[in-house]
């Protein structure tokens, strides 16, 4: 315990590290680790485009397609601060690195939720899940651009 809270202290990049772990366990528990056994995981692999679906001819909002992308903008905000260094600077550089990293997370997600039969596997949350990573890439972006100007 002494040596975490000695490194904690000392290295910026270990700081960096531990949040990326901290906001990939919160993801992981929403998508993998928190669902129960789904017995046919490629019932819709489709999935919702939108914010309505039809349940027994009624018409219900939904939120799961707002929900995929809010969940990986810090994701990928994240990623990019921890590895700036690596990344770079110019900003068609950090959305699509930021885009690809989103990208393979979802895809990695989806292939656990369809080989551990845990929920279903589907291109709409992939689609969303990209769409949320490369927001996060931009607001990276827009955060360290007003932190130079101050």
């Given at each position: 315990?002494?040596?975490?809270?000695?490194?904690?202290?000392?290295?910026?990049?270990?700081?960096?590290?531990?949040?990326?772990?901290?906001?990939?366990?919160?993801i992981l528990f929403r998508t993998l680790l928190n669902?129960?056994?789904?017995?046919?995981?490629?019932?819709?692999?489709?999935?919702?485009w939108g914010i309505w679906e039809t349940v027994n001819g009624e018409q219900k909002l939904t939120t799961e397609c707002i929900e995929n992308v809010i969940m990986m903008v810090p994701f990928s905000a994240v990623v990019m601060w921890t590895f700036e260094e690596k990344i770079g600077n110019g900003w068609k550089k950090i959305l699509w690195q930021s885009g690809k990293i989103a990208f393979i997370f979802s895809i990695s997600i989806e292939m656990l939720q369809l080989l551990m039969r845990l929920g279903t596997f589907q291109l709409s949350n992939i689609f969303y899940n990209t769409v949320g990573g490369v927001l996060g890439g931009l607001m990276y972006c827009a955060v360290m651009k007003a932190r130079k100007r101050l």
């Amino acid at each position: 315990m002494m040596t975490w809270y000695q490194k904690f202290k000392e290295s910026v990049f270990f700081r960096k590290l531990f949040f990326l772990a901290f906001v990939t366990s919160l993801i992981l528990f929403r998508t993998l680790l928190n669902r129960q056994l789904w017995m046919n995981p490629l019932s819709d692999v489709m999935g919702g485009w939108g914010i309505w679906e039809t349940v027994n001819g009624e018409q219900k909002l939904t939120t799961e397609c707002i929900e995929n992308v809010i969940m990986m903008v810090p994701f990928s905000a994240v990623v990019m601060w921890t590895f700036e260094e690596k990344i770079g600077n110019g900003w068609k550089k950090i959305l699509w690195q930021s885009g690809k990293i989103a990208f393979i997370f979802s895809i990695s997600i989806e292939m656990l939720q369809l080989l551990m039969r845990l929920g279903t596997f589907q291109l709409s949350n992939i689609f969303y899940n990209t769409v949320g990573g490369v927001l996060g890439g931009l607001m990276y972006c827009a955060v360290m651009k007003a932190r130079k100007r101050l």
